[in-house]
Each structure stands twice: as C-alpha cells, then as structure tokens.
C-alpha cells in the first residue's frame, strides 16, 4: 500500500496534558508530521517540548484552563495518559465542561496505527529495547518504519517517526491495559512476570492481559514469544489453541522445552565483548552474526525478537543485522555518561538505566558485572531509587535480591510518582534485606557525596530507577572527577 497519512477518526486539531511524557511527545511528533494542529501544556521545559515546538506545536508551561486556546481555538479532542492525569487537572476539567472529547494516548496510537501493518512489542521488560531494536533493523533493511518508542533513541535523539513505509513499530503497554487498543499484524511478548498490581489487583489479572492481547492479532497475523519465559511461552501454547500462529526464539536449550511452538530464532553464541556482545544465531533458517554495542545476554535475546518480527514482515536479514550492529541504544537504557580520567577515581564508568522491576534491575546489574569481569578490575556499585509506594511494598524482597547482586549498593527514598506516601512504606523496607554493603540515603541532595564516600577506581557505577534519580548520574560523575 501507499503510506497512509490520516485515519478517518484521526482528530484535526488536539491538546495534549502533559505533551513533554516519553509516550506523549511521541505521539505529538506524529501528529504534527500528519497534518494535525497541536497544543498541550507540561509543567515544565524539556528538550521534547522545545523540539514539538519547533515542529509547530503551541506549548504552555504549567496547568490552566485557558491552555486549551494556545493554538488559537478550543480543539477537537484532549489527550491524557491517564495514568498521570488526575481529574482535577483544570485543562481537563475544562475540555467535560465544554464537552470536548476527551482521548487516551493509546487511542490516539490506535487511530495512527489505521491502515499500516502493525509490529507491537509487548511484554514486562525489555519493550523499548525490543522496539528500539526492531526499528534500527528495518530502517537499515530500507522499510522506513513509522514508530514510537517509549525512550529516546541514542544515535537520533527521538522518540518518534512518521516514515514512508507502510509497517508501523510501537510498543503496546500493558500497563493500564491500553495494548488492548491495538490489532497487530506482529505481536511480540518478551516476558510476562506480574507488576502494576496497582491497577490490576492480581498477579491472574495482569497475566489476562496478554492473553487478551494475542487476541487482538489480525486474521493471519503471528504472535512472537520467548521460549526462555514461561510465562511467555505458555501464552504461546494457549494462542495456539485458539489459531493464532506462534513462533518463538531463545537459547539452544529453549528451543525444544516447548515442541508445540515452532522456533523461529535460536541463540547459538553470545560472547561479552567489553561493553557490547557478539551474538550467533539462526533465524528461520538463515545464519547470522552481529555485534551488539550493549552489554548484557538479555539484550541478544531482544535482538533476536527484533530480527524476527522484521522477517515477518518481509525485511532483509543481513541488512537487518547490520542495523543491529550500528545501534547505538536508547536513553536511560544502560546509557553511559562518561568516565573519570584521572585521580582517585580514575577509571570508574558512570551508567543510567531505568529499570524499576527486580528482574529489571538484576539484568542490568548482571550486565555491569560482564563489563568488570571484562575488565578485570573493579566493582558494580548500585545507586537505587524505588518507583512507587505499591511496587516498593508488593516486591521489597526481590528488589533487595537482585541490588545483592551489586557489590555496593546506595539506596535511595521512594519515588512516589502518581501515589500518594503509605505508612510504614519508605527505602528502608529494602535496603534492611540487601546482603551486600548497603547505605541508605534518604535525602536526594546528599546521594553523590555518599557513592563518592564507597566508590573506588574503575568501578561501573550504575544509577538505577524510573523516577529523579536519573538526574543524579551527571552530578556523581562530577563529584568524582
């Protein structure tokens, strides 16, 4: 087909709350590339806000309801994530009092996806890996994908595209069931483990969602599953049942675990090479090698998932392979901030990722530790902020099982985020059960004088969290040069 440029539903002019949010200023940039008048407020500057800007966006700083005129007249649709906006926000108060349609940004995503053949990446972990991955890949195999991703993207500094080709790459959320949005032509789940029990109460509600998801698939369609997950896997064997082909992708000794999946990828080699990886594989049939310029087993495992979904929609391997190799990675996703060149401290590397799950936090920690082993020298010392009050309560214990994976570990307070304190819940709950050398510091100021107090040359340093606490990976560089 020829690219689509409009859904029939799409709205022609938009406000969105919240415009600068990693998903938002995604969808925003692909609107204004499609034609469609945005404004939208934020409460503060940002390097998104000044780039939709510079697209023609018409941006507010800080929560008013005249905001919903910056573009001149009321708009046809408000857009929120409904997560962060509460309903008090007076833009949105506004918008059901003028009885403007209101819109989630996933259904927004839902409307641009109309008409192109959808690639979603799902799962608990990895999506913006996965999907950063999948995208790199078929741009260098020449498809020119549309996409959003929930990061930016190292090498071109964004977050979003609108692309000449006719496949669209996203990732699907499952946060707050929004993938069920979406109808795939390509579905992938990295992995299934519970979280967000905020907002679905059970372990068994949160796993529904997938199943629901691979539901969604379009007649024809395939869903992409890691045999190295169980959970994973079993949906697989569950869709099948239902007639939804499956393919899945792992290590050599997945691949038969599961018979009725049939492999479509397997791992054959992954070999640390001192801050990135060279991985064998064999993908439908075809042998390939690639270097990755990330650390870590389970980012060969995103490749791989990458690799696939793009041969599902027809992309040249070997030039797919390429554009593995040439990825540079996605920000806050072990995203390095330098190195110090001399002194006390000399040698020791300063990391950022995002991971805010323990099953996150001990890949992440594993991947620091092949960069020290590599090394020979040094340690990993953790910086941890936790996210939320209820993934904090629910999952203390395993948040303090994989820091103990760390040699040194800084804990950080919580990052409340949208929720509101809970007695007796604080840092403490996990930093008391960390078994490694353990300082919990409570006060965000004081977190680079405390890493500066235990760290030691050519230490990997890594700062870990979705919250504030990737601000603080700079300051510690600085306090230790």
């Not at 500094?157 to 069920?180: C, K, P, Q, R, Y």
């Amino acid at each position: 087909m020829s690219n689509a440029t409009s859904s029939p539903d799409l709205p022609q002019s938009v406000h969105m709350i919240g415009i600068g949010g990693a998903g938002m200023s995604g969808v925003a940039r692909i609107l204004l590339s499609r034609g469609v008048r945005v404004s939208g407020s934020d409460v503060k500057e940002s390097r998104a806000v000044v780039g939709l800007r510079a697209m023609g966006a018409a941006i507010e700083i800080g929560h008013a309801a005249e905001n919903l005129t910056a573009s001149g007249s009321l708009p046809d649709a408000v857009v929120v994530s409904f997560a962060a906006i509460p309903d008090t926000n007076p833009e949105l108060a506004e918008a059901k009092k003028q009885g403007i349609e209101v819109l989630k940004r996933s259904d927004v995503l839902g409307m641009l996806l109309d008409g192109y053949r959808g690639v979603l990446i799902a799962g608990t972990h990895g999506k913006t890996s996965t999907t950063s991955l999948a995208v790199a890949a078929l741009q260098s195999a020449g498809l020119d994908p549309s996409f959003a991703v929930g990061g930016l993207m190292s090498r071109a500094g964004i977050n979003a595209h609108h692309g000449t080709g006719d496949v669209f790459v996203a990732e699907a959320d499952e946060s707050d069931a929004s993938l069920l949005t979406y109808a795939p032509q390509v579905a992938v789940v990295t992995n299934v483990e519970e979280d967000h029990l905020d907002f679905f109460g059970t372990p068994e509600k949160y796993y529904q969602v997938f199943d629901d998801f691979a539901d969604r698939i379009i007649p024809g369609g395939t869903l992409v599953v890691c045999l190295e997950d169980d959970r994973a896997a079993q949906l697989g064997i569950r869709a099948l049942a239902r007639g939804v082909r499956v393919v899945g992708y792992g290590g050599e000794e997945w691949a038969d675990k599961y018979p009725e999946i049939p492999v479509a990828a397997v791992l054959h080699g992954w070999t640390s090479t001192g801050g990135g990886a060279q991985v064998s594989a064999k993908v439908l049939g075809e042998d390939v090698v690639f270097q990755l310029q990330q650390p870590g087993r389970h980012m060969a495992l995103n490749a791989l998932a990458a690799l696939v979904a793009g041969r599902c929609v027809g992309a040249d391997l070997d030039r797919m392979a390429s554009g593995l190799s040439e990825f540079t990675g996605v920000r806050r996703r072990f995203d390095y901030h330098g190195v110090v060149e001399n002194g006390q401290f000399a040698g020791a590397r300063v990391f950022d990722d995002y991971a805010h799950h323990p099953t996150e936090v001990r890949a992440v920690l594993n991947a620091a530790r092949d960069l020290v082993k590599d090394a020979g020298k040094g340690r990993v010392v953790a910086v941890f902020q936790p996210h939320l009050y209820s993934r904090t309560e629910n999952f203390s214990a395993e948040f303090a099982e994989a820091l103990s994976t760390a040699d040194l570990v800084v804990a950080l307070d919580i990052f409340g985020a949208r929720e509101e304190p809970r007695p007796g819940v604080d840092g403490t709950l996990i930093s008391d059960s960390v078994t490694v050398p353990v300082v919990y510091e409570p006060h965000f100021a004081d977190v680079p004088e405390r890493v500066r107090e235990i760290a030691g040359p050519d230490d990997v340093i890594l700062t870990i969290g979705a919250g504030t606490v990737t601000m603080l990976a700079d300051e510690i560089l600085e306090v230790l040069q």
